[in-house]
Every structure is written in structure tokens, then in C-alpha cells.
């Protein structure tokens, strides 16, 4: 399924997401009107290690980052596992792989680095390696 976050496409998978595509996207509209910090929305998690990352990425709030280590001490992982995993997110923004971040930089997003520093500038987190 196809959604726009401000003004960018990206694609998820809505298979994952127990919810009808309107309301996802009225979800993602009240997102990014500041409305809404955290998702209502059941979302099948995957049986395998990106389950396992997507899971711990749903647990951070809004406002908040991880680093790739953090998640990778939680999960009794590598960091690159836990980049790899974020990868695959098949529901990026409603599980939010953007609030994973290296220890001082953004590192990589699927969606782009500026998207990504746009997400996390609106939910007022701290970006690591950027003044305040």
C-alpha cells in the first residue's frame, strides 16, 4: 500500500497491519498533523529476528531513539543485525525503524535521510551528532 508522509511516498505492507487502508491513513494523517504520537493499529510481527527488531522498535516512543547497539544488547545481537532487520521493516513510520539511529549519527533509513531526520524532528527527539 502506498502512503505519503510529509509530502514523500513510501510503501508498506499493509498485509501486516490489521486495519482497513483508510484508517491507516487517517492514522498517518493525525501523525503528521501532531495529533497522534503512537499507532492503534495490530500489526503481525514476522517470526523471525525482524519480528524480534520490529517488536523492540515498537516499544520506543515518540520523541525517543535507540541506538542500533542498545537493540542489539536487548536482543543478544550484532548492530548490523539490527540495521538489517530495520531494513526489512515491511510497516515503516507505524513501526518506527526511523527511532533507530547510531551512536553519533543517523546512519541509514529506507525512506532517505532527510525523511528520516524529518520524522524524528517532528516527534522532538534528540538527533545524535547534530547540535540542539
Known amino acids: 500500500m502506498q502512503i505519503s508522509i510529509f509530502g514523500r511516498d ?26 497522534r504520537t503512537a499507532f492503534d493499529l495490530g500489526i503481525e510481527y514476522p517470526d523471525d529476528f525482524t519480528g524480534q527488531v520490529m517488536q523492540a522498535m515498537a516499544e520506543i516512543p515518540a520523541g525517543e531513539t535507540r541506538t542500533y547497539g542498545d537493540i542489539a544488547r536487548d536482543l543478544e545481537s550484532a548492530p548490523i543485525a539490527v540495521g538489517q532487520a530495520c531494513g526489512r521493516n515491511p510497516v515503516p513510520i507505524i513501526v518506527p525503524c526511523h527511532r533507530i539511529v547510531g551512536v553519533d549519527s543517523l546512519t541509514g533509513y529506507g525512506g532517505g535521510l532527510d525523511l528520516k531526520r524529518e520524522l524524528l524532528e517532528h516527534e522532538g527527539a534528540v538527533i545524535p551528532g547534530e547540535s540542539t
Open 10 to 35: 513510501r510503501e508498506i505492507a499493509a498485509s501486516r497491519i490489521d486495519a482497513e487502508p483508510e484508517t491507516i491513513r487517517e492514522q498517518l494523517r493525525e501523525y503528521e498533523a501532531g495529533e
